[in-house]
């Protein structure tokens, strides 16, 4: 069982910038995933950018690359993403979720946390 815990979101200009923490509890494994995901009103939830726990690989959409980063810090158990360059279509609740497997597939993350609302003004 793994708990997770957003934080970080708020409401900031365009090109603006946010950093977004996920801090977990329980067992992470090495082949875990920890991923963001985002949910804009009205819309589906849409992948953003996932890493793997132990080897540190990521894989971000493309409406992010080059603008967010993810990262994590082992001891804390916790990740980040930091998102420059914000744009007012990043606006969504941003969730962490975890998977036992590197994937972007949203079926596969079987922890999820409750959410951070990130607004970028235009």
């Known amino acids: 069982q793994v708990q997770l815990v957003e934080s970080g979101g708020g409401l900031v200009q365009a090109g603006g910038s946010l950093r977004l923490s996920c801090a977990a509890s329980?067992?992470?494994?090495?082949?875990?995933?920890l991923g963001w995901f985002r949910q804009a009103p009205g819309k589906g939830r849409e992948f953003v950018v996932t890493v793997n726990w132990s080897r540190g690989s990521t894989y971000y959409s493309d409406s992010v690359k080059g603008r967010f980063t993810i990262s994590r810090d082992s001891a804390k158990n916790t990740v980040y993403l930091q998102m420059n360059g914000l744009k007012p279509e990043d606006t969504a609740v941003y969730y962490c979720?975890?998977?036992?497997?590197?994937?972007?597939?949203?079926?596969?993350?079987?922890?999820w946390g409750q959410g951070t609302q990130v607004t970028v003004s235009s």
């Open positions: 329980g067992r992470i494994f090495s082949n875990d995933a």
């Open positions: 979720a975890a998977a036992p497997v590197f994937t972007t597939s949203e079926s596969l993350y079987r922890y």
